[in-house]
């Protein structure tokens, strides 16, 4: 793929963003062939958006987060500044296509994981990290039927990447805790409306932030210190409409919320 078709995608991508608007597919000489082109349109869009990378996002690490989007396997995404906002925040649907809220851990590090040719291991991974936080993400794609877009064009389009919320850092031992068993409850207008745990985040949330270290290695510069990851749901994607208020509640790692409007 030539530097120039790079371009060419980030720029139709990007300019969907700001509009506000959908197509149904890349052009087709500008369509990634692999990871790495997929990877390095993301990295343009970034670049064109002017905007700071703060974070990272792993997309489809459920079954149901997978199909969700029609893929068989995790993405990352970049999480850019003007995206991510603190817990409690008013989150606008308009032009919202997805519609829907997914509850993540979120874990931000103290120092940095570069690339490498040898994989990073869970504790080495987790031996970079600083703090523990609730997170809930809500995502969108610029595909009009983002299930039959495939994998890579949706990494290229950040991997769904819209708004996140990022609570605040969990006081709680969670070293300590077992985060596969560790329970999630969903409200949205005070009332239950599901309940997930770290089990559904690739069988471990620790397994997918280690999953992302390794695929930023291969296909990036890796992970620099004061950026965080949010993991992936660990409920199935929550239904959302302007007017809903969001309540996760992480038991002793926190609470998050988010008010939507139109």
């Known amino acids: 793929m030539k530097q120039e078709d790079i371009q060419i995608a980030a720029s139709v991508l990007w300019q969907n963003w700001q ?30 958006s002017e905007q700071k990378v703060v974070g990272w996002k792993i997309a489809a690490t459920s079954i149901a987060g997978q199909k969700h989007i029609g893929v068989d396997g995790p993405l990352a995404g970049r999480l850019l500044s003007h995206r ?114 770290g089990a559904n985040v690739l069988g471990d949330p620790r397994v997918a932030l280690t999953w992302i270290a390794n695929e930023l290695s291969a296909y990036a510069d890796g992970l620099r210190a004061g950026e965080f990851v949010t993991t992936g749901t660990c409920i199935t994607p929550l239904p959302i409409a302007p007017g809903d208020h969001l309540r996760f509640d992480y038991g002793a790692i926190g609470l998050i919320e988010a008010i939507l409007s139109q």
């Not at 970079?128 to 877009?149: C, K, M, N």
């Not at 077992?178 to 745990?197: E, I, Q, R």
């Open 19 to 48: 509009q506000q608007t959908r197509i149904d597919q890349l052009p087709e000489s500008s369509r990634p062939n692999n990871r790495a082109e997929a990877y390095a349109i993301q990295a343009e869009l970034a670049r064109l």
């Open 84 to 197: 991510v906002m603190t817990g409690g925040a008013t989150v606008s649907l308009e032009h919202n296509l997805m519609r829907v809220a997914e509850a993540e851990f979120v874990f931000r590090f103290r120092q940095d994981l570069p690339p490498r040719a040898q994989p990073y291991e869970v504790a080495e991974v987790l031996a970079a990290v600083e703090s523990l936080h609730p997170g809930i993400e809500i995502p969108d794609s610029r595909f009009h039927d983002y299930v039959r877009a495939g994998g890579l064009q949706m990494i290229a389009d950040d991997a769904c990447a819209s708004w996140f919320l990022l609570g605040e850092p969990t006081t709680a031992n969670w070293r300590e805790m077992n985060l596969v068993t560790h329970t999630v409850n969903a409200y949205k207008n005070d009332a239950l409306a599901a309940t997930g745990s």
